[in-house]
T-cell receptor, first 114, second 117 residues
């Protein structure tokens, strides 16, 4: 089974803090993704990475950066957290169990910025 | 650019009955994949069913089936014999074939399904 873990289920940070959200996958997959989920907006892609030290902007990269130093770990960084970044953050990896590649998701991190 | 539209923000079904969730999409590609994901209140997103565009046969997974109408760009999900555990957010998603966009998914805004006992 593909396993994707995220470092925290719930996180509360103050405005202006630097925030790290960690995501780890256990199967040496190349592609990893960070999404933000908001009610009524669905999931929106923030950044993705297709290999170590490789990254691409998604649809809403402003205010975020990412780091991929090792293949299994993909970090999302909020350089200076703001209240409008309060949201659910989902990490995913692209893998193939049988049939075509599909995305497997972590449990999510509910971030609150006060 | 591809888009995915789910026109039903909320749906409700009686336990043991059948419900259909709608999804339409827009693309100029001829080959692609479509998915339905389920997100229960515990928040873990899981894949329910997938459809490859080049296959004419509609995908089926136990009580879940799709009605894929390629010309109409429609991809609805039918849940038969609904159970209380089916209550969740359901997301329709589109993906380009391998070699394009690195496997990115484009999601609809979701449909919240409630199941009444």
């Amino acid at each position: 089974d593909v396993k994707v873990t995220q470092s925290s289920r719930y996180l509360v940070k103050r405005t202006g803090e630097k925030v790290f959200l960690e995501c780890v996958q256990d199967m040496d997959h190349e592609n990893m993704f960070w999404y933000r989920q908001d009610p009524g907006l669905g999931l929106r892609l923030i950044y993705f990475s297709y290999d170590v030290k490789m990254k691409e902007k998604g649809d809403i990269p402003e205010g975020y950066s990412v780091s991929r130093e090792k293949k299994e770990r993909f970090s999302l960084i909020l350089e200076s957290a703001s209240t409008n970044q309060t949201s659910m953050y989902l990490c995913a990896t692209l893998a193939r169990a049988s049939g075509p590649y599909e995305q497997y998701f972590g449990p999510g991190t509910r971030l609150t910025v006060t | 650019a591809q888009t995915v539209t789910q026109s039903q923000p909320e749906m409700s079904v009686q336990e043991a009955e059948t419900v259909t969730l709608s999804c339409t999409y827009d693309t100029s590609e001829s080959d692609y994949y479509l998915f339905w994901y389920k997100q229960p209140p515990s928040r873990q997103m899981i894949l329910v069913i997938r459809q490859e565009a080049y296959k004419q046969q509609n995908a089926t997974e136990n009580r879940f089936s799709v009605n894929f109408q390629k010309a109409a760009k429609s991809f609805s999900l039918k849940i038969s014999d609904s159970q209380l555990g089916d209550a969740a957010m359901y997301f329709c998603a589109y993906r380009s074939p391998p070699g394009g966009s690195q496997g990115n998914l484009i999601f609809g805004k979701g449909t919240k399904l409630s199941v009444k006992p």
